[in-house]
């Protein structure tokens, strides 16, 4: 039987995985002008690539992140964000 210690421990387990990568992906995209692949994101934060997909998914649910191809690296965009290059010296 599961306790309900240990299901309240993996769920926030969970949320403050999917707090890491959201702030990972906005610190990057600050940086790059892009998003992370998910190996970057997973070779980063060291959690595994499928991880970062499953929260990335629930980020896309949530309506922090969007994308017209699910799965694809660097697809995804934050919503909010806008990418404006700038003029160069």
């Known amino acids: ?3 309900k210690y240990n299901t309240e421990r993996k769920y926030l387990e969970g949320q403050e ?3 890491e990568i959201y ?7 600050t940086k790059y002008g892009y998003t992370p ?3 970057e994101i997973s070779e980063s934060l060291g959690i ?3 991880t970062v ?3 990335m998914r629930q ?3 949530d309506g922090l992140i969007a994308t017209a191809h699910p799965n694809t690296p660097r697809a995804f965009r934050l919503v ?8 160069e010296v």
Do not use: C, P, T
Request: positive net charge.
């Open 80 to 87: 909010g964000y806008e990418y404006q290059k700038v003029a």
């Open 53 to 55: 997909q499953r929260h």
């Open 59 to 61: 980020l896309e649910l």
């Open 17 to 19: 995985n999917r707090k």
């Open 23 to 29: 702030l990972f992906l906005i610190r990057y995209f």
């Open 37 to 39: 692949s998910f190996k």
């Open 1 to 3: 039987m599961v306790s």
């Open 48 to 50: 595994s690539k499928a």
